[in-house]
C-alpha cells in the first residue's frame, strides 16, 4: 500500500522561506504532485516530480529524491495568500490512481 | 469553458436516504475521479474513470456507485446514506488517463454532504 506523511501545521512569516517535507512509501514510483487548497477552495495543481532534482517554478520550488522516498515544497518570499494547505500526492500503482497525504496547513503571518 | 462543475453545492440527508451527486466537465477530458475529504485525512480517492463504459475503484469505494455512460458526466451515487458519509466531495477531471506533470487533474469547487 501506499503511506504519505506530511507535517500537520507549519506558521511562517511574510518574506521569509519555507520548506513543506512529505516522505512517502510506494510500491511503484510513478511520480509525486504538489497540489495548494485555500480554505474552503478546490485543490489547484502547483508542480509534479517524476525525476530527482529540483523543479523550479517562480517562488515555488519542488524537490524530489526517489532513493529515500521524500520530496519537499519551497516557498520563498511568502506573501499572505500563502496560507493554505499543501498536498502532496503519489501514484498508488499505474498513473491513474492518486493518493494524497494529509496536507500541511501553513499559515503565513505578518 | 465552464471545467469541471459540482452540483449540489450543499445537501443535507437522512440517515438512509439515498442521492447522486453530479459532476460534468466540458472540456472532453478522458479521466474523471471521485475524492472525499475529511478533516485530518486529506482527500481519499473513491472511484475513477479513465473513458466512458470504464470506472475502477479508489481507495474508499465502499457505500458508493459511479457510472460513466458519456465523455461528460461521472455521477456519483449513494445508495443508503450513512452518518460517516459526512465530507466534502470533490470530482476532478485531466485529459488522458495517465495523470503527469502535463496532464494534471482539474478540481472542481466540491459538494458539501451532512448525513444526519
Known amino acids: 500500500g501506499q503511506n504519505i506523511d506530511q507535517p500537520t501545521e507549519m506558521t511562517a512569516t511574510e518574506g521569509a522561506i519555507v520548506q513543506i517535507n512529505c516522505t512517502y512509501q510506494?510500491?511503484?514510483?510513478?511520480?509525486l504532485f504538489w497540489y495548494q487548497q485555500h480554505a474552503g477552495e478546490a485543490p489547484t495543481f502547483l508542480s509534479y516530480n517524476v525525476l530527482d532534482g529540483l523543479e523550479e517554478k517562480g517562488r515555488f520550488s519542488s524537490f524530489l529524491s526517489r532513493s529515500k522516498g521524500y520530496s519537499y515544497l519551497l516557498l520563498k518570499e511568502l506573501q499572505m495568500k500563502d496560507s493554505a494547505s499543501y498536498l502532496c500526492a503519489v501514484f498508488s500503482g499505474g498513473y491513474n490512481k492518486l493518493i494524497f497525504g494529509a496536507g500541511t496547513r501553513l499559515a503565513v503571518h505578518p | 469553458n465552464a471545467g469541471v462543475t459540482q452540483t449540489p453545492k450543499f445537501q443535507v440527508l437522512k440517515t438512509g436516504q439515498s442521492m447522486t451527486l453530479q459532476c460534468a466537465q466540458d472540456?472532453?477530458?478522458?479521466?474523471m475521479s471521485w475524492y472525499r475529504q475529511d478533516p485530518g485525512m486529506g482527500l481519499r480517492l473513491i472511484h475513477y474513470?479513465?473513458?466512458?463504459?470504464?470506472?475502477d475503484q479508489g481507495e474508499v469505494p465502499n457505500g458508493y456507485n459511479v457510472s460513466r455512460s458519456t465523455t461528460e458526466d461521472f455521477p456519483l451515487r449513494l445508495l443508503s446514506a450513512a452518518p460517516s458519509q459526512t465530507s466534502v466531495y470533490f470530482c476532478?477531471?485531466?485529459?488522458?488517463?495517465?495523470?503527469?506533470?502535463?496532464?494534471?487533474?482539474?478540481f472542481g469547487a466540491g459538494s458539501r454532504l451532512t448525513v444526519l
Open positions: 476532478a477531471s485531466s485529459p488522458q488517463g495517465a495523470l503527469t506533470g502535463a496532464n494534471v487533474l482539474t
Open positions: 472540456m472532453n477530458h478522458e479521466y
Open positions: 510506494t510500491s511503484g514510483f510513478n511520480g
Open positions: 474513470s479513465v473513458g466512458a463504459g470504464i470506472t
